[in-house]
């Protein structure tokens, strides 16, 4: 049960759009339209903006999206705001039926 | 609304127990499939464990796989969590977490507001 790989940090302007990825394998990330991502900002607890891939929930901004292909999963944000400024982590099932979270990527708004 | 609570953690010596529990409200809780989840301090989100709705099937982490064991009693509306033989590395703040609503499990749509666990000496 290796963690997805995100990348540590990603950056951009107000009003940009970012792209975060999440890389897993067929054995999760890949064999599955079960990726959902979440967003944590410090000493807060976890808020899910999209889940099964492109799903998002009631009250989540539609600047949040989501989209897969192959092994790699994205979380789009555009329009950025200060407000985006946060932790994001992708998450999937596995085909051991057990789920896997990504390392994690620090969202700066410049 | 959707409400979880966890019990109070605290600091437990490396080789004790403790049990979790998270109480519910707000929803019919024996519909739900519930999990734990853990993030150490400072570290990313760790998937801990997955109980089935009726609490007919359980799944764990490899990290807690054996040592750690997840239940419920829908009567009580309550999830559990028993940490046995407890290493400095499971020292974290645990939430637990509701499954999204539907047969198959995919997300974690609801989560408590965490209760740390100190292993320490």
């Known amino acids: 049960q290796s963690a997805l790989t995100q990348p540590a940090s990603v950056s951009g302007s107000p009003g940009q759009s970012i792209t975060i990825s999440c890389t897993g394998t067929s054995s999760d990330v890949g064999g599955y339209n079960y990726v959902s991502w979440y967003q944590q900002h410090p000493g807060k607890v976890p808020k899910v903006l999209i889940y099964?891939?492109?799903n998002r929930p009631s009250g989540v901004s539609s600047r949040f999206s989501g989209s897969k292909s192959g092994n790699t999963a994205s979380l789009i944000i555009s329009g950025l705001q200060a407000e985006d400024e946060a932790d994001y982590y992708c998450n999937s099932y596995t085909s051991s039926s057990t789920f896997v979270f990504g390392t994690g990527t620090k969202v700066t708004v410049l | 609304q959707v409400q979880l609570v966890e019990s109070e953690g605290g600091v437990v010596q490396p080789g004790r127990s403790l049990r979790l529990s998270c109480t519910a409200s707000g929803f019919t809780f024996s519909d739900f499939s519930m999990h734990w989840v853990r993030q150490a301090p400072g570290e990313g989100l760790e998937w801990v464990a997955v109980?089935?709705?009726?609490?007919?099937?359980?799944h764990y982490a490899d990290s807690v796989e054996g040592r750690f064991t997840i239940s419920r009693d829908n009567s009580k509306r309550e999830l559990y969590l028993q940490l046995n033989s407890l290493r400095p590395e499971d020292t974290a703040t645990y939430y637990c977490a509701r499954e999204g609503p539907g047969s198959t499990w995919s997300h974690f749509d609801n989560w408590g507001q965490g209760t740390l666990v100190t292993v320490s000496s």
């Open positions: 109980i089935r709705f009726d609490g007919t099937r359980e």
């Open positions: 099964e891939v492109t």
